[in-house]
């Protein structure tokens, strides 16, 4: 079926049990002529081997009788056109010459027009089109520079890695964290058992026991307090040694090596009152409401939340608990209850410094006050290294990074000042011509390290101001004489803490994501590689099936979410909010899921549920989305009209660089430079056709081995990149077209009217049924006094004339003429010197 093309063709109904026709053919247009009247018949007419081949019929010429009916009939009326022709087979090597399919400058006798061609061959007889041989040379140079730039990608992903392991140690910061996080949990205890002297031996409670108000100012004074502000020197289980009090240096560390700056500090926030939900309920009842925090606290709030909460800037509600006077302020302050009803959250919070990492670290305690009744926990850190230049190699990687980046910057400017200077000052032509995917990628990628650059500077003037501060606080803590002096010096420390954190955490947000630019521009460095690209392309060209899929895999999978939500969301904290169950469920899609609880709570919904969404999800879903990527890729790969692998690549551009600068080889740069000297710019465009000799007379000093291969590669990429592929759609159908045109060539040589009726019979048999009797081209020939060249030529030539419309399909065409060419030169082979093949045929039903 070729679209463009007027007119169908219906077989004729199969025999009773065989299988249904193939689908509508267009009917070829071939005039029926009357046969030529011969010398003996005194008209003096064309001999009997001349035909006439017509784009339309004449009055009086009748149609010849295909023995197929109406239904049948191959002949339908078109407009006259102008360019009715008629040929006689012997003058058939004098018509004008045709173009070829693959290089449309090559000039063909007709009927060659999809003969198989070497590029030697093209450049040798024929010569090379200037726009082709100058795309090429485009290619080569984008591939050398893709290549090129690619150790250049790679080494700012690793410069990257290098600057922020050098400035931000995270196995040191967290060995400091993590020792302070274990001893609270582990030794700040109450809850203790006493034995039969009276002595407290064991705690048994930490500070995830604290379940009431008690409970917290238990630990205040028998866990944290004891462990932080330490008065005796610890000695020896059951020993009776007495070993004296702490001096105060000993009693300023934490730990052994932690300084402890300043004293603990005690903060909390008191809600407001507000008007209860439900008014009526609350009046009868005399209910206090409050209002809602700005954390949820329906489920456990998670660390980074909590640490990032802000607390309301009220003093008033501050409390400096200090060293030897800590545990009658605490007393005064659960006398006064501290925490109460309005209470929402609590921080205890300390400073250290640890000297021998140079870790500056503040530590938090939070305890939340859901108004379900239950009280959370959470444990949070601040830490900085308080000088990151400590060592050479930060300095370095920083200005090698830099540097990167700014050269980075400055080869796209220039290549703006380029595009402004090809744009002639017209805006929408430079953003025409610049403004692509990459190049947004390339900015992206600078305006982000700049930015990072400045965020990265601000938080460092914010730790050294606490540095300095830190530094300074034990003089300056000295001078003081009254408490107000002093909190002023405690809250400038905290301030500072804060202040630095805040930058710090916009500094790791970017941090985080600029990996992602850097990943982007490596595969802009992919893309000229065709091995390389492979990746980025099977995801740009299996995008649209992605997105597709994507539509139906999240409709059934958040049905799923909410299946899940309503069964289990009142027995599992997991499914008990909308983005926990998603999460859960993504788990669960990967095989990660706490089917035990869920058997617990709910056997049959669980195994139903369970068992459905796994098939669904993951043995059918799954598996379809990488049967879509992997068709995709494989398809892509297919299409690769280039397979060099990096390794010949980086080969052959090591090789060009020695032969450029051994001077027997023209670098891609000049060669360009000196063609468009001699040609102008326009011959990008240029369909002008050179050869070897003409390129190096244009390009001086270019050598002919160098011309010639560049035209070879030129005129290789052309015809792999217009080389169409013949679907085995295409050659079933043109076969049986092959014959319908053999038998009206013999019909106009009075052939019989059984002859293409047989052949017209060759649907049948494509649809795989043999009909009982057909008749072959060769039979056809032999019957009328014609090679089969000669058939073929004719057929091929009217082929030409009835499809070589501009509404044509073009590759449907190409199919044809590539059938009736091949049955041609096969026709042409010396049967003695060709192998015998049995029932060798030529597509459906001709046999050569």
């Avoid at 219906?10 to 247009?29: C, F, H, I, R, Y």
């Avoid at 500094?507 to 595969?523: C, D, H, K, S, T």
Wanted: glycine share 6%; net charge negative.
């Amino acid at each position: 079926r070729a679209s463009g093309v007027q007119g169908t063709f219906e077989a004729p109904p199969p025999a009773s049990g065989g299988d249904p026709p193939l689908p509508a053919m267009p009917e070829p247009q071939l005039a029926a002529v009357a046969p030529a009247p011969s010398a003996a018949d005194g008209d003096g007419g064309a001999p009997a081997s001349s035909v006439a081949i017509s784009g339309v019929e004449s009055e009086a010429q009748p149609k010849p009788t295909t023995g197929m009916g109406e239904r049948g009939s191959m002949a339908v009326q078109r407009p006259t056109s102008q360019s009715d022709t008629t040929f006689n087979l012997k003058d058939l090597e004098g018509l004008n010459p045709g173009q070829h399919k693959e290089y449309y400058w090559v000039t063909v006798e007709p009927g060659r027009e999809n003969q198989a061609m070497t590029p030697e061959d093209v450049v040798n007889n024929h010569g090379v089109p200037e726009h082709v041989v100058l795309t090429k040379i485009a290619e080569e140079r984008s591939e050398e520079e893709a290549v090129k730039s690619l150790p250049f990608a790679l080494l700012l992903v690793i410069l990257y890695a290098l600057m922020n392991l050098s400035h931000d140690s995270q196995g040191p910061i967290r060995s400091v964290e993590e020792a302070i996080e274990f001893d609270i949990k582990e030794n700040a205890n109450f809850a203790f058992s006493t034995g039969e002297n009276g002595n407290e031996y064991m705690g048994h409670k930490t500070y995830q026991d604290v379940n009431s108000y008690g409970d917290f100012w238990s630990w205040m004074n028998k866990g944290i307090s004891a462990l932080y502000f330490q008065t005796d020197y610890p000695i020896s289980e059951g020993s009776s040694l007495d070993m004296g009090p702490l001096t105060d240096t000993e009693k300023s560390f934490y730990l052994w090596h932690n300084k402890k700056i300043g004293p603990m500090r005690l903060r909390k926030e008191a809600l407001p009152y507000a008007d209860c939900l439900n008014e009526d309920m609350g009046n009868a009842f005399d209910l206090t409401c409050y209002e809602v925090g700005d954390l949820d606290l329906s489920l456990d709030p998670v660390d980074f939340d909590v640490a990032q909460l802000r607390f309301p800037e009220d003093r008033s509600e501050t409390v400096w608990v200090e060293h030897g006077n800590h545990s009658l302020q605490l007393r005064e302050l659960e006398t006064n209850r501290w925490v109460n009803n309005q209470t929402y959250r609590v921080m205890v919070s300390f400073l250290a410094y640890n000297g021998p990492k140079d870790i500056f670290v503040q530590t938090n305690v939070h305890f939340l006050f859901a108004r379900s009744g239950r009280i959370w926990k959470a444990l949070t850190h601040r830490s900085f290294v308080l000088e990151p230049y400590s060592t050479w190699e930060a300095y370095l990687w920083d200005i090698l990074f830099f540097s990167h980046i700014t050269l980075i910057f400055v080869t796209e400017m220039a290549e703006v000042f380029k595009e402004l200077w090809h744009a002639k000052g017209d805006c929408m032509a430079f953003l025409r011509e610049y403004i692509s995917f990459w190049n947004v990628i390339d900015w992206l990628s600078i305006i982000m390290a700049y930015t990072q650059l400045g965020v990265w500077f601000t938080r460092y003037g914010y730790v050294k101001t606490l540095e300095t501060h830190v530094r300074d606080f034990p003089t300056e803590l000295a001078t003081c004489t009254e408490d107000a002096c002093k909190h002023f010096l405690y809250d400038r420390l905290y301030d500072d803490v804060r202040i630095a954190g805040q930058w710090m955490r916009e500094q790791n947000l970017l941090g985080a994501f600029y990996p992602v630019m850097i990943v982007l521009r490596l595969f802009k460095a992919f893309q000229s590689q065709p091995r390389l690209a492979l990746v980025s392309k099977t995801l740009y060209n299996s995008s649209g099936d992605l997105a597709h899929f994507g539509i139906v895999f999240l409709s059934a999978f958040f049905s799923f979410v909410l299946v899940f939500m309503a069964i289990f969301g009142r027995e599992m904290t997991d499914f008990a909010q909308f983005d926990r169950a998603v999460m859960t469920l993504v788990r669960a899609f990967l095989g990660d899921f706490d089917y035990d609880t869920m058997d617990q709570m709910n056997r049959a919904s669980a195994f139903f549920f369970i068992l459905i969404f796994e098939v669904t999800m993951f043995l059918i879903m799954l598996n379809m989305l990488v049967a879509i990527v992997m068709d995709v890729y494989a398809d892509t790969k297919g299409h690769l009209t280039k397979g060099e692998t990096l390794w010949d690549e980086c080969y052959e551009i090591a090789e060009r660089f020695y032969m450029n600068k051994m001077g027997k080889r023209m670098p891609f740069n000049e060669l360009v430079t000196k063609y468009l000297k001699a040609r102008g710019d326009g011959a990008w465009k240029s369909k002008k056709v050179i050869s070897v000799q003409e390129f190096t007379e244009l390009v001086p000093g270019l050598g002919e081995a160098q011309a010639k291969d560049i035209l070879i590669g030129a005129c290789q990429d052309w015809g792999e990149a217009h080389n169409v592929p013949v679907q085995m759609r295409d050659v079933l159908g043109v076969a049986s077209m092959t014959a319908e045109f053999a038998g009206q060539v013999n019909a106009k040589f009075g052939g019989s009217a059984s002859s293409p009726k047989a052949l017209g019979n060759l649907h049948q048999a494509a649809a795989g049924s043999k009909p009982s009797t057909m008749l072959t081209a060769k039979e056809i020939a032999e019957m009328d006094g014609l090679s089969l060249e000669e058939l073929f030529k004719a057929a091929q030539i009217r082929c030409q004339m009835e499809f070589g419309q501009p509404d044509a399909d073009e590759e449907r065409v190409n199919a044809l003429s590539r059938i009736l060419e091949s049955c041609r030169n096969l026709s042409v082979i010396d049967e003695s010197k060709a192998p015998k093949v049995p029932g060798g045929r030529c597509g459906v039903g001709v046999t050569v």
